[in-house]
């Protein structure tokens, strides 16, 4: 059974902007946080945002001020808004979603380039 479905990704040039959507298998205010997390090939995957259930939103460094995490509870949708796009954002960017229990959930990815 398929709990989060990203979308969103493809080829954008240098300072371009994409967003990306994972949609989820039932009520999101029902996790504690959901977030987006990229991995490059041969690199352990890394933290990228996360909005928690009361908001609360957390950026890492190397995105903070380009990179916007949103949710839409009407539609069990959170966001990702990446502008000012650098080739080295290119990844694989997961959905990922953990419940107030503990129990965490990943998407299959999307496929994100930034290339001129």
């Known amino acids: 059974q398929v709990q989060l479905v990203e979308s969103g990704g493809g080829l954008v040039q240098p300072g371009g902007s994409l967003r990306l959507s994972c949609a989820a298998s039932g009520s999101i205010v029902r996790y504690k946080v959901m977030g987006w997390y990229r991995q490059v090939p041969g690199k352990q995957r890394e933290w990228v945002a996360t909005i928690t259930w009361s908001g609360t939103t957390n950026y890492a460094d190397s995105v903070k001020g380009r990179f916007t995490i949103s949710r839409d509870n009407a539609k069990n949708t959170v966001y990702l808004q990446m502008n000012s796009l650098k080739p080295e954002d290119t990844a694989v960017y997961y959905c990922?979603?953990?419940?107030?229990?503990?129990?965490?959930?990943w998407g299959q990815g999307t496929q994100v380039t930034v290339s001129s």
């Open positions: 990922n979603r953990e419940s107030f229990r503990g129990l965490v959930d």
